[in-house]
């Protein structure tokens, strides 16, 4: 602020500021215990110096559980296994070699399965090849011949002739792809020494007629009876 402010603010009755007075300044207080400095291994109990209690401990010595022989973990750097028995280690050898013959049981089960499955297919093939063209299934006829077949109750269409001939092992019903096809009982016999599971229905005319109720003509099943 210039002279002449300060002298027109005077005679205007204002005061002029006193000046703060000078604060001494801050000492850094005496350490505890006299002021001395400690050394530094005495404050924190250093290698080599008193520790808690006064006690030394020599230097490279580690705490009671550190890892040194003795004081680690159960089961580490104690007491050696027990070896096992003679018993123990025959019955490991057994389960061993019941283990690996049950796995070659296995395996050779898979095999024979798989093995079957070809064969079967084959056979199949085979059969498919033979019924070609061989059915003797007539659209006309209106006449129904009931057999059992796979624990079940199954029937096909055949006229006068064919009822006879069927009654009298002269044909003969294979089953190829869910369909039944009336052929011939030799062809039938061909069809059954290749996969026998086909052959639906073969009448052996010697048998007594009670093994087969559904060849008598006079046996008939109502059409709107559902099996």
Not at 69 to 94: F, N, Y
Not at 128 to 155: P, Q, T, W
Request: charged residues 30%.
């Amino acid at each position: 602020m210039s002279n002449s402010l300060r002298e027109k603010l005077l005679g205007l009755g204002f005061k002029a500021p006193e000046p703060e007075p000078r604060r001494p300044a801050k000492t850094e207080r005496p350490a505890a215990g006299g002021g001395k400095d400690r050394p530094a291994g005495a404050r924190h109990g250093g290698p080599g110096k008193p520790g808690a209690g006064g006690k030394l401990r020599p230097q490279g010595e580690r705490r009671p559980g550190g890892g040194r022989p003795g004081g680690g973990k159960p089961g580490q750097g104690g007491a050696p296994r027990k070896p096992r028995t003679a018993e123990e280690i025959d019955l490991a050898k057994a389960y061993a070699i019941r283990a690996q013959r049950e796995k070659e049981e296995r395996i050779e089960a898979e095999r024979l399965r798989q093995e079957e499955a070809a064969r079967r297919r084959a056979a199949k093939a085979r059969c498919a090849e033979l019924l070609k063209d061989k059915s003797l299934n007539d659209a006309a006829a209106e006449l129904v011949r009931h057999f059992e077949y796979g624990g079940k109750i199954k029937r096909i269409y055949v006229n006068p002739d064919q009822l006879r001939a069927l009654n009298a092992g002269e044909l003969a019903v294979v089953q190829l792809d869910g369909r039944y096809l009336l052929v011939t009982a030799a062809l039938a016999d061909e069809v059954g020494a290749l996969l026998p599971s086909l052959v639906a229905l073969k009448v052996d005319p010697n048998a007594p007629a009670g093994d087969d109720p559904y060849a008598d003509p006079q046996y008939q099943v109502p059409d709107d009876l559902v099996w």
